[in-house]
């Protein structure tokens, strides 16, 4: 079903918008001249947003959010209540990257991840389902990760932050169906975003094979962000875009033992190392 003929009053919020796949989805919805809150933390890049998406024929509006505090979510809804009367799509799309070998990853660095990727997740969630229920339809977006999927080495944290918002993804689809409310989660790979900004790991290896994965990267976060959109009209739940992601999803879900042994075995030959150009010998 055409989007705009679910949601007529064209609602939506959308985490980390600043910036990234967030403003790529919020330019997108700003072209079918939906009304898009950008709920980040820093005011300047929401202000950014929000001119970006007037200029596009959306109606924006900044709210500053920070997704570590389950209040800035409850004050977004009573603030979205007040100036469109409901919202009709929550996005949570805020996130943070992390990566090294499982037993170096500081806790601290744990705690910060878990923050932002996973229980962010679960405030927004939490403070929107009400006033879904309530208005009797809604959509919920959540951005994980192919990681969550593949649940590559030396990316411990952020594997199992996106691997939680999958399962937390998969509950909810069905707990919400009842109340015609979607869900729908979604695992790109890597595309070019700014994810490494605040990227962070206790060895350099691993910020060097991420900037790689990157540099490579032929997707762009426009390309992820229709994607997103198109797969939401259809009410779809795994939104996976780039082929390679798609495959491993496939692979994983098929042969388990085999894509463990083969993933093993190219670790152990240092093969991705070769691949990026990052080996030594």
Same mark, same amino acid.
């Given at each position: 079903m055409n989007i705009e003929k679910r949601f007529p009053k064209k609602r939506v919020v959308i985490t980390g918008a600043g910036s990234g796949l967030g403003r790529a989805l919020a330019l997108e919805f700003a072209k079918k001249t939906w009304n898009i809150a950008v709920a980040d933390i820093n005011g300047e890049r929401s202000r950014e947003t929000v001119a970006m998406i007037d200029k596009e024929g959306g109606a924006g509006l900044a709210i500053r959010c920070d *997704? =570590? $505090?389950? $209040? $800035? @979510? #409850?004050? %977004? *809804? %009573?603030?979205?209540?007040? &100036?469109?009367?409901?919202?009709? /799509?929550? *996005?949570?799309?805020?996130?943070?990257? %992390?990566?090294?070998? @499982?037993?170096? #990853?500081?806790?601290? =660095?744990? &705690?910060? /991840?878990? $923050? #932002?990727?996973?229980?962010?997740i679960i405030y927004g969630c939490r403070a929107f389902i009400p006033l879904f229920k309530e208005q009797g339809r809604g959509h919920i977006v959540n951005v994980a990760s192919n990681a969550g999927i593949a649940c590559l080495p030396e990316m411990g944290c952020y594997n199992v932050t996106k691997a939680a918002v999958i399962s937390a993804s998969e509950t909810i689809r069905t707990e919400l169906a009842p109340f015609d409310i979607g869900v729908t989660v979604v695992c790109p790979t890597f595309f070019k975003t700014n994810l490494m900004d605040q990227f962070s790991s206790p060895d350099e290896r691993q910020r060097m094979l991420a900037e790689k994965f990157f540099e490579r990267s032929k997707t762009s976060a426009e390309t992820v962000a229709r994607h997103v959109i198109k797969c939401m009209e259809k009410n779809r739940f795994r939104v996976i875009t780039q082929a390679d992601g798609r495959f491993v999803w496939w692979a994983k879900r098929h042969f388990p033992e085999a894509y463990f042994k083969i993933a093993s075995y190219i670790y152990r030959k240092g093969i991705l190392d070769k691949y990026l150009g990052l080996d030594q010998n």
């Amino acid at each position: 079903m055409n989007i705009e003929k679910r949601f007529p009053k064209k609602r939506v919020v959308i985490t980390g918008a600043g910036s990234g796949l967030g403003r790529a989805l919020a330019l997108e919805f700003a072209k079918k001249t939906w009304n898009i809150a950008v709920a980040d933390i820093n005011g300047e890049r929401s202000r950014e947003t929000v001119a970006m998406i007037d200029k596009e024929g959306g109606a924006g509006l900044a709210i500053r959010c920070d *997704v =570590t $505090d389950p $209040d $800035d @979510f #409850i004050k %977004a *809804v %009573a603030l979205l209540n007040k &100036e469109w009367n409901g919202v009709d /799509i929550l *996005v949570n799309n805020a996130g943070v990257a %992390a990566a090294g070998y @499982f037993e170096k #990853i500081p806790l601290e =660095t744990w &705690e910060w /991840i878990l $923050d #932002i990727n996973l229980k962010s997740i679960i405030y927004g969630c939490r403070a929107f389902i009400p006033l879904f229920k309530e208005q009797g339809r809604g959509h919920i977006v959540n951005v994980a990760s192919n990681a969550g999927i593949a649940c590559l080495p030396e990316m411990g944290c952020y594997n199992v932050t996106k691997a939680a918002v999958i399962s937390a993804s998969e509950t909810i689809r069905t707990e919400l169906a009842p109340f015609d409310i979607g869900v729908t989660v979604v695992c790109p790979t890597f595309f070019k975003t700014n994810l490494m900004d605040q990227f962070s790991s206790p060895d350099e290896r691993q910020r060097m094979l991420a900037e790689k994965f990157f540099e490579r990267s032929k997707t762009s976060a426009e390309t992820v962000a229709r994607h997103v959109i198109k797969c939401m009209e259809k009410n779809r739940f795994r939104v996976i875009t780039q082929a390679d992601g798609r495959f491993v999803w496939w692979a994983k879900r098929h042969f388990p033992e085999a894509y463990f042994k083969i993933a093993s075995y190219i670790y152990r030959k240092g093969i991705l190392d070769k691949y990026l150009g990052l080996d030594q010998n």
